[in-house]
Every structure is written in C-alpha cells, then in structure tokens.
C-alpha cells in the first residue's frame, strides 16, 4: 500500500493544486519512485489512498503501469475522500483498505523519497517466518525530527521509548511491513474496512504493540527524504 491521502498543509502553495505524490522529484512523480521499485521486487498488486485532490491521482496513474521488462503492475484505489469526505490518517486509511490488502503487506509514504529502498524480499520472507506483527525500518534523525520516534533494541525489536530517554530513539521512515492481525487485534479502535470512515492515527496501535514486543526493526541508512517542505522538494530537484 502506497499512502497518498494527505493534504500536504506545510508544502502550500504547491499543493492547492497538485496532491503531495504527484510533485516531481528528478523527473518523474514522487510516488513513482515507489511504485517503481516495488514493482523490481516482484510486487504485481498495489493499493494507493487519496482524499485531498484525490481524482488526479488515478487520472495519472491509471489502473495499470507496465514496467520497461514488460511486467505490469495493478492499481487499486481506496477513494478516502470520495466515501467520507476527508483522509482517514495513516491507520485509519490501512483499515479501511485491508480487505484488499494481503495478510502481509508493504506499507510506504507517498511523500518519501528513498530512492534506494528495494523492498528486499529476504525482508519479506524473514517477517512472514517470524511471530512480529510489525516490522519498520527506522532512519537517523533529519533536522526536522532530532528526538525520533522509537528506539532499537540489539536484538531487532522497536522499543517505546519516551522523549528524552538515555536509549538513542530514531525516525520512523513510514516503510514498513505488518500483517493484517496487527490491525483486528481485539482492541482495534474499528472494524476491518473502517466502515464509519474513522481517522485513526498509527503511532499509538504502534506504541502499544511495541509494549508487547510485537514490532521489530531494522535501521536503514540509505537516502531518505521526507518531502515535508518545498524547500526540501527543492533540495531534492537541485542541478
């Protein structure tokens, strides 16, 4: 799943008219980085969320993209704007397409550049061996973010850890893998399909599975971007 529900508030002017995912980045829409690299790892089937501007985004993509091997990828849409009226945020908008989504799935920010993250799938097969429910990978601290978010364990698990802990806490990239029971645990806040459209944020699912030590981690130190500002976008697409 591609996340591209957000209204991109702190990159105004750029998008009043254009959603976040579709700004270019070195040539090409910003989510495509993505959806390009997740199609090199063999991944055939892709969910993309909209809300805000949300009808540009399959006008330009499409329901099929066809990789230069000759390998096509799906597309299907979770319509967040269209059924509620708004972005359902992170975990509300997975919950609401987990019936399209396998019992274990890829998860990324339309609004992150990593050009490059592979998707590497011994990644996958070691998640889908293991008990984790969730495994993200964690980045060092941009400017932007100089707390983190979770802290890593030696032996792989994401720890809960408050602000100002002794223990070193990292950014959360937003690429992750989960399966589908992280989200219908029993004290899920809704149903699988998020039939009342409710936004649900994800740290806080996150932070109480880490407190069952359910979510593993790895650090990544490959370029990543979050293309918060279009200072950064500027960054990005500078000679």
Same mark, same amino acid.
């Given at each position: 799943m591609v996340l591209a529900a957000g209204r991109g508030e702190r990159m105004r002017p750029l998008t009043d008219h254009t959603p976040k995912p579709l700004l270019s980045v070195r040539g090409q829409a910003l989510m495509r980085w993505h959806l390009q690299a997740l199609a090199k790892a063999g991944v055939s089937r892709v969910v993309i969320n909209t809300a805000w501007l949300g009808e540009q985004i399959p006008q330009a993509l499409g329901e099929t993209l066809h990789g230069p091997d000759g390998s096509e990828q799906q597309l299907r849409y979770s319509h967040e704007g269209q059924d509620f009226g708004h972005a359902l945020e992170t975990a509300g908008g997975i919950l609401r397409a987990l019936p399209l989504l396998d019992e274990v799935f890829w998860v990324a920010a339309g609004d992150v550049f990593a050009p490059d993250f592979d998707f590497p799938a011994q990644a996958l097969a070691r998640f889908k061996a293991s008990t984790r429910l969730a495994h993200l990978w964690l980045v060092p601290n941009p400017e932007h973010n100089p707390a983190g978010d979770f802290g890593l364990s030696q032996d792989g698990l994401a720890l809960n850890l408050p602000k100002g802990h002794a223990e070193r806490r990292y950014t959360f990239s &937003? @690429?992750? @893998?989960?399966?589908?029971?992280?989200? &219908? =645990? %029993?004290?899920? %806040? &809704? %149903?699988?399909?998020? %039939? =009342?459209? @409710?936004a649900v944020p994800l740290a806080p699912m996150l932070r109480a599975a880490m407190d069952r030590g359910a979510v593993s981690a790895t650090l990544y130190t490959g370029a990543w971007t979050d293309v918060g500002t279009p200072q950064r976008l500027a960054q990005l697409n500078a000679p």
């Open positions: &937003t @690429l992750a @893998l989960y399966r589908r029971e992280f989200f &219908t =645990q %029993p004290d899920a %806040p &809704t %149903p699988m399909g998020n %039939p =009342q459209g @409710l």
